[in-house]
């Protein structure tokens, strides 16, 4: 049963209810593999996402950064080989060409292990986003980026929801008429297990321009 994490990003650590979930779900810690989403800067080393897991007691025998310091073909056989692969957050366009240049989004999609992404991570992990400026984006005219395609819906992650509700609604109602969105702010995390969908803190679901705050259930 394939288990992905949609996060936000958290001020400092995760919930003690998201720490235990993801404590049952991570059962084999063996290998975890982090990619990039500044893959040219190497001192983007993910330390804060890592913190959350050690945290909440969850410990790898061993940890890996994907970044443009390691080969295409050893990133791929490290992705084919993760207990569980988390995303990172930052810039979210580059790492989607991150991800298309080393070829990782299918074996990640064909993983067993658990993803996880945070933010910019999350937002890749989706079957499509809309790259915009009304987003937070620094380009001139919106486009439809196309993720990994974990889970058949869209993810807007870490975006300050509250203060902006009728411009977001606005923006992705088109995309909202072709699949759901899943929007939140920090502190949230969408779960997917198998067919089951969980959520925890502050999210709305988008779906055929219409929005609402969902129940949370973690």
């Known amino acids: 049963m394939n288990t992905h994490y949609y ?57 890996h950064l994907i970044n443009y310091r390691v080969q295409k073909e050893d990133a791929q056989k490290l992705v084919q080989n993760a207990s569980a692969i988390f995303l990172l957050g930052g810039n979210t366009p580059k790492q ?3 991800l298309m240049e080393y070829e990782m989004s299918d074996l990640i999609k064909k993983s067993r292990a658990v993803v996880m992404g945070a933010s910019a ?8 986003w809309i790259c915009s400026k009304n987003l937070g984006y ?50 949230c995390a969408v779960r997917v297990k198998g067919d089951k969908v969980d959520i925890l803190g502050n999210v709305y679901l988008i779906s055929h321009s219409k929005i609402q705050k969902l129940d949370v259930t973690l």
């Open 7 to 63: 996060l936000g990003w958290f001020s400092k650590f995760f919930p003690e209810n998201l720490g235990r979930v993801l404590q049952e779900d991570i059962t084999d810690r063996k290998s975890l593999v982090m990619i990039s989403s500044n893959p040219s800067i190497y001192e983007d080393d993910g330390a804060i996402e890592r913190s959350w897991l050690e945290r909440a007691g969850i410990l790898f025998d061993e940890y």
């Open 96 to 98: 989607n060409d991150f």
């Open 138 to 187: 620094k380009v001139e005219s919106s486009s439809v980026y196309k993720g990994i395609g974990l889970d058949d819906f869209s993810v807007l992650s870490h975006f300050d929801l509250e203060n902006n509700m009728a411009q977001v609604q606005n923006e992705l109602s088109p995309l909202s008429e072709e699949m759901n969105i899943y929007a939140s702010n920090k502190d």
């Open 121 to 128: 991570g999350a937002i890749n992990m989706s079957a499509k």
